[in-house]
């Protein structure tokens, strides 16, 4: 909010430098394609016989990389079911094995900093412009394309313009 107000002041809008120097909005996207990123996992083809935790997949066998198992596993995060931010403050190594919302290696997402700078966008003018309040703090998972049916976890908030504030009271949401 500091830097927002010192660009109003100045009547200047955000730049690439500004966007870099924010590393906690940085920590809160890794965090939030932690837990639930919108790519569930990628389907991969054996090119030779693989041996991986004892398990043998054979050559030209295909087999599914499930994200959530490693981004929601205990061993790999403290709490993985708990939304913490902090948990990236320590330069921890988000190119390893254990974060993949992305992908990796050879086919890495080339549109990963575009993402990145969308969701920073996005995040800057919902904190800025917007204040909400949640009906329940509870995770909820996104559905998938193949959903024929609502999906049966809802988030349910209201949203009022920044503007409006604590100090009026909350009286008109956005929505609900």
């Known amino acids: ?3 927002k107000r010192l660009k109003d002041q100045l009547g200047e809008s955000l730049s690439w430098s500004d966007y870099l120097s924010l590393p906690f909005t940085q920590t809160v996207i890794t965090e939030t394609l932690r837990m639930g990123n919108i790519i569930i996992g990628v389907m991969r083809k054996a090119m030779k016989d693989i041996e ?8 030209g066998w295909c087999f599914f990389a499930y994200f959530r198992s490693v981004h929601l596993d205990e061993s790999n995060y403290d709490w993985p ?10 330069n921890k190594d988000i190119s390893s094995c254990n974060f993949t919302p992305f992908g990796g290696g050879q086919r890495l ?9 969308e969701a920073s966008i996005f995040l800057h003018h919902f904190v800025t412009q917007f204040r909400w309040v949640a009906e329940e703090d509870t995770v909820v998972n996104f559905p998938t394309k193949n959903t024929n049916q609502a999906p049966a976890q809802t ?21 609900s």
């Open 1 to 3: 909010m500091k830097l």
């Open 81 to 90: 079911y708990q939304f913490n931010p902090w948990r990236w403050q320590d």
């Open 52 to 59: 991986i935790k004892g398990h043998l997949i054979p050559k």
């Open 155 to 175: 988030l349910k908030f209201h949203l009022y313009p920044s503007s409006q504030g604590i100090q009026n009271g909350w009286e008109k949401p956005l929505t």
């Open 109 to 117: 997402c080339p549109g990963l900093d575009l993402a990145r700078l």
